[in-house]
């Protein structure tokens, strides 16, 4: 099972981006939990942006309330991120996680392969 995330970019402050990420697999039945996106500045440690439940509930860091919205779509086993209002101190790398389980494994976790994110001013 992988993660596949895409749609960053350059974008201006103020401006708007949507990221997405599907999970897939071949040949393997597997269920999707938790969503969630990550970010990652230049020299800083992996944080939390956002996180959705199975059934739709949302939560958010501090930084980015009112700003992202976080959405899935569970039939595509894909999640979104809808980034508006952007700032500069928004860039990082973004990635998305998910805890997966396969017909032949318990709960772990996947990661995206990351996709760059520079909001400029």
């Known amino acids: 099972v992988q993660l596949q995330a895409s749609g960053g970019g350059l974008m201006q402050s103020g401006g708007s981006l949507r990221l997405s990420c599907a999970a897939s697999?071949?040949?393997?039945?597997?269920?999707?939990?938790?969503m969630a996106w990550y970010c990652q500045a230049p020299g800083d440690q992996r944080e939390l942006v956002a996180t959705?439940?199975?059934?739709?509930?949302?939560n958010y860091a501090d930084s980015v309330k009112g700003r992202f919205t976080i959405s899935r779509d569970n039939a595509k086993n894909t999640v979104y991120l809808q980034m508006n209002s952007l700032k500069p101190e928004d860039t990082a790398v973004y990635y998305c996680?998910?805890?997966?389980?396969?017909?032949?494994?318990?709960?772990?976790?996947?990661w995206g392969q990351g996709t760059l994110v520079t909001v400029s001013s």
């Open positions: 996680n998910a805890r997966a389980v396969t017909s032949t494994r318990g709960p772990f976790d996947l």
């Open positions: 697999a071949s040949g393997t039945l597997f269920s999707i939990n938790t």
């Open positions: 959705i439940s199975v059934g739709g509930t949302t």
